[in-house]
């Protein structure tokens, strides 16, 4: 397998790609090979950035400039974001099909430890043999709340 990954923050926009590809052993399939990949950028419309974490090479926790506060306090953080993915499934004897997704989302940090995340997603996926499905496509709309420790 083989799994580069690449990222810059450049202030309040960021960039990360990542690229998969894994080499299987598997007799009678044909010996198949799979890959994909995805492209992800954003930018904090706050001014915040997002912060990555060396020792452990993540992105860690994003603080906002100011919490949000009823009482007519800060905003959170608000970060756009927009992500291109893609994975082929079919290799040798194995048909798992393609898919593409387009992600548009929205993330709210209210304070350090709670988001809240909106997404759509327009997916696409072609040539699977089981279930049969070709050129399926799926808009999905997605909310997420959640409490980071």
């Given amino acids: 397998m083989i799994n580069p990954e690449w990222a ?8 990360q790609a990542e690229y998969v ?3 299987v052993n598997a007799g009678t399939a044909g010996d198949p090979g799979f890959w994909g990949g995805y492209l992800y950028g954003s930018y904090f419309l706050t001014g915040e950035h997002r912060r990555y974490d060396m020792k452990k ?12 506060q009823f009482s007519g306090g800060g905003w959170g953080a608000w970060e756009l974001g927009l992500r291109v993915s893609y994975v082929d499934l079919n290799g040798g004897n194995i048909r798992g099909g393609k898919e593409g997704n387009l ?3 929205l993330n709210w940090y209210i304070d350090p430890n ?13 040539d699977r043999a ?4 070709d050129n399926g496509n799926a808009d999905i709309f997605q909310g997420r709340f959640q409490l980071n420790f």
């Fill in 114 to 126: 709670i988001r809240i995340m909106f997404n759509y997603i327009h997916a696409d996926v072609r």
């Fill in 130 to 133: 089981a279930p049969l499905i």
């Fill in 21 to 23: 590809q894994a080499f």
């Fill in 103 to 105: 992600t548009a989302g």
């Fill in 8 to 15: 810059v923050v450049l202030g309040p926009l960021s960039f």
């Fill in 57 to 68: 090479g993540i992105f860690s926790q994003v603080t906002p400039n100011d919490n949000f």
